[in-house]
């Protein structure tokens, strides 16, 4: 941490960054909320905007150009990415977001659209209806370090607090003469918050027993197989998951059909029947119960954690509103977690 | 050169190939700048673009000479080897790579081989090596459906000058039926004594097969090293088709320790898929 700063007025922040950069923010879009850019300063709601898609398209584009085949030549493709905000990204996902980029941390395209990106994170001082971030510890209160810059709603007003260099940087010609705060008190003004959402929120006991037994693969294989018959492998949760990282090559054929194209990758999805299936036939994982267990695996188990001792979840909740067999992951912790 | 973690393929000319095996093929590529790749380590692995077909992983059977040339087997299993199979020579691919961990260099000692069908190939190199080696006592015990379906032949014979190849069938009329396992009694007198390395490629069962055997022998899990296929696609660990265990094989793989691999794969014990690990080429 840098600084902190009482700011007021989170828009006036808002319309400081637009001038800079383009900013993106959790918008209601035709009646759904979603990031898209806003063209004019916005102020955060009290109650978040919880976007079904998380900001992971920002920096893993869902489809993505990595190389062109031209004449006989292959050229690499990378994106043009201009100075950008996330503004208001809720904690989880901004965990998530220190997630991958430890995952991606040698991937070029990830690079540089993370680089050009500035983070402007949110505190949730209102529980969110599903999320569970108190039992994945990435929530209520943005995780240290990860951010530029962090929001704290109190009061209708705002606390502001500087994490990085780069935020630091972006609040040069913002007027915060005589705004300091004391840490020691805003600190205790986050921690008060945290622990009011944290009551409001769903019972973290359940969930965090079938997380133990997740942790050390203590639940049994038939507990999996019986998870893995509600899965129709529809892919939404990997989908709509901010830290799920894998992808499929595609080639595209340019349009004058002589030979040239470009590679693209897509979204992919380990619970796909045809993921791991190599092309002789074999299968490492052949039953949908492995693949739902290989994919709650990686979401919880140990050896998945983090150094900064964040999971593959991240308790957005996101899962359980899109599953259609209701083996979202809030669910699936309640349901092994309970005897 | 190139980042090594790079998805963009450099640009290669098929320059040779001839059958070599059942609905397996034997390609010499060129790459147009020899410079611009690492240089591999027998065992690791390649990405080949067939523009327009995809990309799919593949083992040096003849790492890159100084000019950038290597070979590589090939079996006619899904599209894109379809493709491959139809293209002329002089024609453009991509090549990605090298990557993965390959065979431990071993140039001494007695080191046996065990292959099984097409994963003959990824070990090649590392026959190249120990049959060159003063210091070294190599032998290759060789598994094939049929005489018919054997592949390398070419670098069969030329190992044979060198080191003894023991070679057994699964269905070969009028040859008794033998598996690998069969034939150690055989390689362990020919090698004039327990091996001091062991070096395993092939399908999942006479892999562990093998390795059971080797290890009820007395040869320790940690100088057992199998070669393991799954589907990669990246090739740097990141689009998660290849797991195992807690890695990814085009990373942590495709070469395992023996005991690494235990380690992995025991995760799940009560899978009993779990304990696969299929080689093909």
Same mark, same amino acid.
């Given at each position: ?13 808002? !319309? ?52 062109? /085949? ?20 809720? %904690? ?11 995952? /991606? ?49 109190? @009061?209708?007003? #705002? ?26 008190? !805003?600190?205790?003004?986050?921690? $008060? ?12 006991? %359940? ?12 639940? %049994? ?8 018959? *509600? ?19 595609? @080639? ?14 897509? #979204? ?15 299968? %490492? !994982?052949?039953?949908?119960?492995? $693949?739902? *267990?290989? /994919? /709650? ?36 912790? !309640? ?5 | ?67 950038? +040339? ?20 002089? &024609? ?28 003959? &190939? ?8 120990? +049959? ?15 005489? &018919? ?27 008794? +039926? ?8 055989? &390689? ?82 009560? +899978? ?10």
């Amino acid at each position: 941490m840098i600084a902190i700063h009482r700011l007021g007025d989170a828009k006036r922040l808002c !319309a400081h960054l637009l001038r800079s950069r383009a900013v993106y923010a959790p918008q209601l879009v035709d009646g759904e909320a979603r990031y898209a850019r806003i063209e004019a300063a916005i102020d955060l709601p009290e109650r978040a905007l919880r976007p079904l898609f998380s900001p992971k398209q920002a920096f893993f584009a869902e489809r993505e150009t990595l190389y062109r /085949f031209e004449r006989g030549r292959f050229v690499t493709a990378l994106p043009e990415v201009s100075a950008q905000a996330l503004f208001g990204v809720a %904690p989880c996902d901004l965990a998530a977001i220190a997630y991958q980029d430890r995952f /991606f941390a040698a991937d070029a395209h990830y690079r540089r659209r993370r680089e050009a990106t500035l983070i402007v994170a949110a505190d949730c001082t209102r529980a969110c209806d599903g999320g569970f971030c108190h039992v994945m510890q990435t929530g209520p209160d943005a995780r240290p370090g990860i951010a530029d810059l962090v929001l704290h709603r109190e @009061d209708g007003s #705002w606390l502001l607090v500087v994490e990085s260099e780069a935020g630091a940087a972006a609040l040069h010609g913002l007027d915060l003469a005589g705004t300091d705060a004391d840490a020691g008190e !805003a600190g205790a003004v986050r921690a $008060r918050s945290a622990a009011r959402v944290r009551a409001e929120l769903v019972d973290a006991a %359940p969930l965090a027993r079938g997380l133990a037994l997740a942790r050390n693969h203590a639940v %049994p294989d038939a507990r999996w197989d019986a998870i893995g018959l *509600q899965c129709v492998a529809c892919t939404g949760c990997t989908t709509v998951c901010p830290t799920c990282s894998c992808f499929a090559p595609r @080639d595209v054929p340019g349009p004058d059909g002589g030979g040239d194209l470009h590679r693209e990758r897509v #979204w992919d999805s380990c619970l796909l029947g045809g993921f791991a299936r190599e092309a002789s036939g074999h299968h %490492p !994982a052949p039953s949908p119960g492995q $693949r739902v *267990q290989r /994919f /709650f695996d990686h979401k919880l188990a140990a050896e998945y954690v983090s150094p900064e001792g964040i999971s593959g979840c991240v308790g957005c909740g996101r899962c359980d509103v899109v599953c259609p067999g209701s083996i979202g992951m809030r669910a699936v912790l !309640a349901r092994v977690g309970t005897p | 050169m190139t980042d090594a973690r790079s998805l963009t393929p450099l640009a290669a000319t098929l320059v040779d190939r001839y059958d070599d095996g059942e609905d397996a093929r034997h390609f010499s590529f060129q790459l147009h700048e020899p410079g611009a790749a690492a240089a591999p380590a027998p065992g690791q692995f390649f990405m080949l673009t067939v523009p327009g077909h995809g990309e799919a992983a593949f083992t040096y059977v003849k790492l890159p000479d100084a000019h950038g +040339r290597f070979d590589a087997l090939v079996r006619r299993v899904g599209t894109l080897t379809a493709a491959l199979f139809e293209l002329e020579q002089g &024609a453009v691919v991509g090549v990605r790579g090298p990557f993965g961990r390959g065979l431990p260099a071993i140039d001494r000692g007695r080191v046996l081989i065990v292959a099984g069908g097409c994963g003959l &190939a990824p070990l090649s190199p590392a026959v190249e090596v120990l +049959r060159h080696s003063l210091e070294a006592r190599a032998l290759v015990v060789y598994g094939a459906r049929s005489r &018919a379906s054997q592949v390398l032949s070419r670098e069969r014979a030329a190992w044979r000058s060198a080191l003894p190849v023991i070679e057994v069938f699964d269905h070969e009329p009028g040859v008794p +039926r033998a598996t690998p396992v069969d034939a150690l009694d055989q &390689a362990y007198a020919a090698l004039a004594g327990a091996p001091d390395h062991a070096l395993i490629c092939g399908p999942d069962v006479m892999m562990h097969a093998t390795a059971a055997a080797l290890l009820a022998r007395g040869l320790p899990q940690e100088r057992l090293w199998l070669s393991v296929e799954r589907r990669m696609h990246c090739g740097v660990g990141l689009c998660g088709h290849c797991y195992l265990g807690a890695g990814y094989v085009c990373v942590q793989g495709p070469t395992y320790r023996y005991d690494e691999l235990l380690r992995e794969l025991g995760r799940h014990p009560s +899978r009993p898929e779990a304990l696969t690990a299929i080689h093909h080429c």
